[in-house]
């Protein structure tokens, strides 16, 4: 059973950590982002964690009822940083267009805490803003909701699907990597026409092509068909 979250004017430590540090539900999210990053998405675990704050890791659960709670809180936080990097212009296709890109872009930046939190559901203030203005930007639109309900989900899935897919590439060890990469041109593109003609006929428009993500194409492909159903709805 999880522990109960100690109430935030409760919460605050009288003195600071072994590393002069005054803990806050911020500060521990944040050092959790770098232990990721240091360890992978496997590596994050309150010991290590308690480490790299100078703190014994029971102190976590002051702040959250357990790892899987701080596992939402870190989700939030990418959230809310991809909020941060957003403006608003008023035309609806540029601002899905920009939030989509910088959801997708803020998880990029932390692709290990990308691959553990892209597919949670976190029901914490920064993500229900997120959430709130997309719907917002598609009612505004004139969308009835059941299309407007249809697009936030295809849109929403599509940012962090994308996001976790290429998360798992940059979370590889370069060699890794550039394996994969170069499979495009040591392997796809020596497949004979007899065998494979399609393949043999594209290939050095794969070997060009997929390295890259697919993501800024398949957004503009949901924005197209976003405005096809505007348009349908108001004929």
């Keep these: 059973m999880a522990k109960p979250v100690v109430p935030e004017t409760a919460r605050q430590r009288r003195r600071p950590t072994r590393n002069g540090t005054v803990l806050s539900e911020e500060i521990i999210v944040d050092t959790a982002l770098r232990v990721l990053r240091e ?49 608003a212009t008023g035309d609806w296709r540029s601002d899905l267009r920009a939030l989509g890109r910088a959801i997708y872009g803020a998880y990029l930046a932390h692709p290990q805490a990308a691959l553990l939190t892209a597919s949670r559901v976190t029901g914490r ?26 697009v936030y989900h295809a849109f929403i899935d599509q940012s962090l699907a994308f996001a976790a897919l290429d998360a798992g590439s940059l979370a590889l060890a370069a060699e890794a990597r550039a394996g994969d990469e170069e499979m495009w041109k040591s392997t796809y593109s020596q497949l ?9 006929a594209t290939a050095n428009l794969l070997a060009r092509r997929m390295p890259h993500s697919a993501y800024p194409a398949a957004l503009e492909m949901l924005l197209e068909h976003t405005a096809a159903q505007l348009a349908r709805a108001g004929e």
Aim: charged share 20%.
């Design 39 to 87: 360890h992978g998405s496997t590596g994050l675990t309150a010991r290590r964690l308690g480490a790299a704050l100078g703190a014994d890791p029971s102190t976590l659960y002051r702040y959250f009822a357990g790892m899987d709670d701080l596992t939402r809180a870190i989700g939030d936080e990418l959230m809310g940083r991809a909020l941060d990097n957003w403006t």
């Design 125 to 150: 203030p920064r993500e229900i803003a997120v959430d709130e203005t997309i719907l917002g930007i598609l009612r505004g639109t004139g969308l009835p909701d059941p299309a407007a309900v249809h």
């Design 192 to 200: 004979p026409a007899e065998s494979h003609p399609h393949i043999a």
